[in-house]
């Protein structure tokens, strides 16, 4: 089984090597005083490019950083000088948290060696390790669009699976946002779960130090939740970043072809003709 997740020493000893591209996709949650961009240029890994997920979007739908075209996505990375061949590692500087997001997005898109920094930027600093302030100047690559529908689901595709009961949904949101206990974050979004849904908060995923849990952890973690991890699984949070975190973890376990709902809660959450229910199922 291979690891979605690389060390911090792992990396350390191959930032010189050509076919191992680094990507800073440090994001911060709406309100927040905090641009992920800034934070990139205050301090990143040295030759890191920085991968904005509200920028390299859909600009069609008013939906927050959702996946673009193919075509806009290869030549946004394109831009950021990412090939197909290279050996990716995303980080963010949370320690893991946003970086998800752009693994599977990259996933999704037809990129095949795609890992996470565990402990993200957070650990590399702490044990003293390089950093630089100056943005990376990477050169242009040509990329064909390419695409992986099997990781990807949409609103339609959502509703189908809840109504067969084929796939089992899981959300990354923490648990009184699930139960329609707090408000969400975003205004104008009802509170609750979509029916048949089940809760893993990606907070219980992590270490304090801002690690992924291993394996038998991270298993438990699910199984509590009433997964049955043999069967098909798609992801949702609040705007689908979370829900990636979820995706990354049960990979770890294997499950590397789990779904995430692009849209997820606000859309779901956002629209008056899709259901809701709150408290625990």
Known sequence: MKDPLVSTAWLAERLDDPAVQVVDATWFMPGEARVGRDAYAAAHIPGAVFFDIDQIADRETDLPHMLPAPQDFAA???ELGLNREATVVVYDGLGIFSAPRVW????AMGFPKVFVLDGGLARWR????ALEETPA????THLQAAFVPGLVRGLDAVRGVLERGDAQVID????PRFRGEAPEPRAGLRSGHMPGACNVPWSVLLNSDGTMRAAPEIRAAFEDAGVDLAKPIVTTCGSGVSAALLALALARLGREDVAVYD???TEWGGRADTPVVTGAD
Do not use: K, M, N, V
């Open 263 to 265: 849209g997820s809660w």
């Open 137 to 140: 100047q990477p050169s242009t």
């Open 76 to 78: 946004a990375a394109g």
């Open 172 to 175: 990354a949101r923490a648990a």
């Open 126 to 129: 702490a044990e003293g390790r």
């Open 104 to 107: 599977w997005s990259l996933r």
